[in-house]
């Protein structure tokens, strides 16, 4: 780094107002707790422009009450952030990351924090959005944790080098994709896949250009789909086609990069890809909306169902494939309805095919631009919604309205679940309790199941 000039005073020039002087010194500070980012927070002075004041200092990898010398770095607003250079006194809740890329991986976060702190910290998450709007005291279950090596869909990113593709996630807060040799959350028939791709990705992209690779893997095998910046040619296709069968993939398809997902194409079908909701055999579109484990999905459809248990028609908005859907039509007629086509169609195939027939019912409906509301509601027991991560405020108000029995709200994002559950509290509902589920292991990311009844 170029060192910053200096005035004739003899004084370093700030790099902006607001912004932390490139030559600062490091600050000492101990860290009160972690933050929703999952970097530890502590109290320093900090030397902002020309000031000098108390801030919160925001330092990834450390953990509680360490005593830890730190480089501040950037004013973010809320507080400094800044980069650890040495632990001064260590928790002892720290234990040795198992993943080699820990700390230049952008993935994971939290490798080094001990299983029972970090599940208390992730229920600790949901709690504090919910204090937000009031419902501090809701109970809030121990958090459903997937183990290690259990996530089955992953988008990766890919650049091309002059050396060669590198295959991976971006660093922290930047844009460099770390070259992922091994990883401690994918599935193992996901990793077992990549070197191949990476070699693939190297031969067949121009240096310089970029793609992506999302990996699911269903009950039949592992499915990729590519994401390229340009189309190929046939003699391409077919080397993609070649590298499916060497790899035994059920299915490798194609996208455009920019492309909407109907645009997408298969490059290869050996064996149906397939996997089992409730029972039912379904063939989701390539790169479709799955959850991200199968200990995550049991503990949603596990929720889903105590609270629907007894109860009559129900109501799956937002149903993707059917994840939950499927499940619901053991104990009782049910409609499912999502904004995605192809997820639809998916579903209703499956639902023929195991003729269910009028069990369940299907709809293609954009639920943001037109939710279920008023009188659509008449008949239905139980409201299952799962929306994405900016949840679903129109549809949690007509709920609101609603005279339906129960609601069972999943989420994947806490602050918009909190406001969602502030809305239907108002309209009448009581949130008898909420459990936490962390699919993304060692990440701040949480997601949640949380019952309401009238």
């Known amino acids: 780094m170029r060192p910053p000039r200096r005035r004739g005073s003899g004084r370093p020039t700030p790099i902006r107002k607001g912004k932390v002087p490139a030559n600062a010194d490091p600050i000492e500070l101990t860290i009160d707790l972690v933050g929703g980012r999952g970097d530890g927070v502590g109290r320093a002075e ?25 480089r501040a770095e950037l004013d973010r607003g809320e507080g400094v952030a800044a980069s650890p250079l040495e632990l001064i006194a260590i928790s002892p809740d720290r234990v040795e990351p198992p993943c080699p890329h820990f700390m230049t991986c952008g993935g994971c976060a939290l490798q080094h924090w001990a299983t029972e702190p970090y599940a208390a910290w992730k229920a600790d998450q949901v709690r504090s959005h919910l204090r937000r709007f009031g419902l501090g005291e809701t109970v809030i279950d121990a958090p ?75 009950d039949t095998g592992v499915d990729a789909l590519l994401v390229l910046p340009e189309a190929p040619d046939l003699a391409a296709r077919e080397a993609w086609a070649e ?25 290869a079908a050996r ?38 248990e007894g109860r009559g028609w129900r109501l799956d908005l937002f149903c993707g494939v059917g994840t939950l859907a499927l499940p619901l039509v053991d104990g009782a007629p049910v409609t499912a309805v999502d904004g995605d086509v192809q997820a639809i169609r998916a579903l209703r195939a499956a639902a023929d095919a195991a003729a269910l027939g009028d069990r369940l019912t299907t709809e293609a ?15 239905f027991d139980v409201v ?66 949380a019952v309401f009844r009238r």
């Open 384 to 449: 299952v919604f799962d929306p994405p991560r900016s949840g679903a405020k129109e549809q949690a108000e007509a709920l609101a309205a609603s005279t339906v029995p129960v609601v069972v709200a999943v989420s994947c994002n806490p602050a918009s679940f909190a406001r969602d559950a502030r809305i239907l509290i108002d309209g009448g509902y009581r949130l008898d309790k909420v459990t936490p589920i962390d699919q993304f292991l060692w990440s701040p990311h949480i997601e949640l199941a």
């Open 144 to 218: 459903v944790l997937s183990p290690p090596g259990t996530r089955r869909r992953a988008t990766l990113s890919v650049r091309r080098l002059r050396g060669g593709a590198v295959l991976g996630f971006h660093e922290r807060q930047g844009n460099r994709i770390i070259d992922i040799t091994a990883c401690s959350v994918l599935e193992p028939a996901l990793q077992a896949v990549l070197p191949a791709f990476r070699e693939a990705f190297g031969a067949r992209l121009t240096e310089g250009a970029e793609a992506d690779l999302s990996l699911t893997l269903l």
């Open 243 to 267: 590298l499916a069968d060497a790899l035994d993939l059920a299915r490798l398809s194609l996208r455009r990069s920019g492309e909407s997902h109907d645009r997408t194409e298969p490059l």
């Open 365 to 379: 409906r954009d639920l943001f631009d037109r939710p279920f509301e008023g009188d659509e509601f008449k008949g």
């Open 46 to 70: 900090v030397k902002l422009g020309w000031e000098t004041k108390e801030r919160s200092v925001f330092v990834p990898f450390t953990l509680p009450g360490e005593r830890v010398l730190a």
């Open 271 to 308: 064996r149906p890809t397939t996997i089992r909701f409730g029972g039912v055999d379904v063939r989701p579109p390539a790169g479709s909306f799955l959850q991200a484990t199968r200990t995550g999905e049991t503990a949603i459809r596990n929720a889903v169902l105590a609270a629907a």
